[in-house]
């Protein structure tokens, strides 16, 4: 195997298209040391002078005597971004949904990752079971912030079975050492039913609640559970009233927080308001959205940045409004979205109903077959499920499909059914919407 790490492309302009690099040279060592993946690469470019030793595509090795400004980059970008194999998940969780996942899926699909590395430059949330003290030691040497934590319980025990490994238990002395290093932090708990909730997760919030401010914020999320859980951990949905008792505990710390600390610090996604029939939090309940992507106050966002927008387009006069919608283009189209979101999203369209009455906007809720009806997300939608539910319908002009349908990079939902597959079953143009409320009200009146 060759050593050092192969340079993908380098960006015009940049010390490494000075030095004339090269796609295929490689990358050996910075002030000689080796890089042993993209952390130490960044660490060690940082110096205002360096040394970079390059093996070149013709077997001749190079070093060159680089000056250049503190932390300024050298423009080379690598053929794997962490210059290293992924870090795999040695768990076996009980709630885990990639073993959940039904056979036949392409095989990527059931890789687990559980990467340090991962959870700073993609924001990924890790459990810290595979990772001994050298490579805490590296996080806080690099000083890598965030550092997004699936917690689930703080109770040793507990966790040891929850994630089916001997080592989960040494949770809270992994963060007390990543807290007295000051690494920022932010927990996650994936509640399930009977078993980590009620006094166990008062247990866990308070446990967390006291390594504040370094750890930032705690989301609690509902297991998702799909219908394919054969020889699995038997575990139950929650009931409209289990996520009523779950907000009222989360509420209540949340102002026990927020008159010690300035912070609400805990909160529950939006599945919990939803499921429970209870109006979601408003905008200052989230500190700023900083657990947005376990699904906490995505709608309350989606909403604000729609009416934003709905709102700048209000017109100044009775009779300037009454002659837009006099020319008004008339417009239909379709929104396919999970059952979560479905009635939030009615509740958009009829606010921009009032102001845009020619323009008619249908929403579709959409069953998951593929994973099972208990799955409500828009993000595990399936491309067999959305045509399934739309077949046959008048769909307009055009059919709306949010961004998390996809694959991320590609134009492939889940179950590898191309987007143009169903543009052609359905015979209509498909527009995929980014998750913000404005790009969505643009797609709607343009």
Known sequence: MKEGHKIKTIIPGSIGDELELEPGDRVLAVNDQRIEDVFDYHYLINDEYIELTVLKRDGEEWVFE???????????????????????????????????????????????????????????????TNMKDKDLDRIIKYKLSPINISVHTTDPELRCMMLHNRFAGKIMEQIQKLYGAGVLMNGQIVLCKNINDGDELRKTINDLGKFLPYMESLSVVPVGLSDHREGLYPLEPFTPEDAREVIDIIHGYQKIFMEEYGTHFVHASDEWYILADVPLPEE??????????????????????????????????????????????RKHCTIATGKLAGPFLRKLVDDLHVHYPNIQVDVVEVTNYFFGPRITV?????????????????LGEELLLPINVLRSGEDVLLDDVHVKEIEKTLQVPVRIVQSNGKDLYDALIS
Not at 77 to 104: A, V
Not at 381 to 393: E, F, H, P, V, Y
């Open 284 to 329: 200052e309940n989230y500190d700023g959205y900083v657990q947005l992507e376990n699904g906490v106050g995505m709608l309350r966002l989606q909403e604000r940045e729609f009416h934003a927008a709905l709102d700048e387009d209000v017109f100044e006069s009775v009779s300037e409004v009454a002659e837009e919608r006099e020319h008004q283009k």
């Open 66 to 128: 680089i000056e250049k400004d503190a932390e300024e980059d050298l423009g080379i970008e690598f053929e794997s971004s962490l210059m290293d194999d992924y870090h795999s998940c040695t768990n076996k969780c009980i709630f885990c949904f990639i073993d959940q996942l039904p056979k036949g899926m392409r095989s990527t699909m059931y890789f687990k990752d559980d990467d340090s590395r991962l959870s700073f430059l993609q924001g990924n949330y890790i459990t810290l």
């Open 378 to 394: 828009s993000g595990l939608l399936t491309g067999q499920d959305i045509i399934r539910a739309l077949k046959g319908r008048n």
